[in-house]
């Protein structure tokens, strides 16, 4: 009987967020997010999803692990549209490991053994026509981190914008200068968690703190959409220093 994770692998395409590092040996390096894991044949990078077959990166394609209609406020994206119906998916799989994850059934598969969830098989023209037949006017990467199935996003957010359509990233901001510049063409607007100003803390998470620094200036200086949230987590990251030092960077 096959495996969740065997069923994961053959929903995979070859991937395009990635280089050869050395062909004799099938290495390659992934720089879909901020890790950059160097994969030798046969690995898998710290999502868990995208893995090194053969000197080709395997990246996650053709399925949703959740599918929701939101209210676009809910993402949070407080400016954009107000109002709008977004509908929002997400795949398993995430480059960080919050403690505190709302969404660890999916974004903690592969790692925590309680996780995990039967992929829903569809196209991007599906997804599509089910976010056009229940009214939503925009499609969201979200609940597990976006960056991982970068591919896969813009996949379906080429379809999206042929039909009018508005798309938008909900991630952990660890991003890197070749898949902003790969999402750009395809994306409207992007939403970062920034989870702590303390280096420290950003690393019991698995993230550096500056990275996500790095990635929302980045996302500003692209011309997208930009908004900044910080989930207050008591005894985390909620002293007031830490607060105003969120704020100061910010503004
Ligand atoms: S997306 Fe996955 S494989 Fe690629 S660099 Fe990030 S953690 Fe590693």
Known sequence: MSTLQDRLDRLTVPGELYEVVDEAEKKIRCYACGHRCLLKDGARGICKVRYNDGGTLRVPHGYVGTLQLDPIEKKPFNHVDPGISVLSYGMLGCDFHCGYCQNWEISQHGRDEAAGREPLIVTPAELVATARSRGAQALASTYNE??????????????????????????????????MAYLRPWLDAYKIDLKTMQDKQYRRLGGVLANVLDTIKMVKESGLWTEVVTLVVPGFNDSNEELWDAARYIG
Do not use: C, D, H
Not at 157 to 177: D, E, H, L, W
């Open 146 to 179: 976006p960056l991982i199935t970068s591919e896969w996003a813009v996949s379906v957010f080429k379809v999206a914008k042929q039909a009018g359509m508005r798309t938008v990233y909900i991630s952990n901001g660890n991003g890197t200068p070749e898949v």
